[in-house]
């Protein structure tokens, strides 16, 4: 995802902290970027004050429809677990 993390106002509390690692995080959160309201899943890291801070790694989009489709693969992606199915 391209563009300046600058223009976004500050993010909402997350949704979710899923952990990675020691050092590492996946936030998910909802955040407003040019006004508009989107959901934010983004790697993080502890900073040297021991705070998350963002990466790059990540992605973010409007509050529309893409966020059923995301909540419908999730979905899917969870039964095919659930049945042992292997990529």
């Not at 959901?39 to 509050?63: M, S, V």
């Not at 529309?64 to 899917?76: M, P, T």
Request: aromatic share 4%; with cysteine; glycine share 12%.
């Amino acid at each position: 995802e391209g563009g300046s993390m600058n223009t976004a106002t500050a993010p909402a509390e997350p949704l979710a902290i899923i952990p990675k690692g020691k050092t590492r995080c996946i936030i998910v959160r909802l955040a407003s970027f040019k006004g508009v309201t989107r959901l934010d899943i983004r790697e993080h890291y502890r900073d040297d004050n021991g705070e998350w801070a963002p990466t790059k790694q990540g992605i973010g989009f409007p509050c529309d429809e893409r966020v059923g489709l995301l909540i419908d693969a999730i979905r899917q992606a969870q039964e095919l677990i659930g049945r042992g199915v292997k990529p």
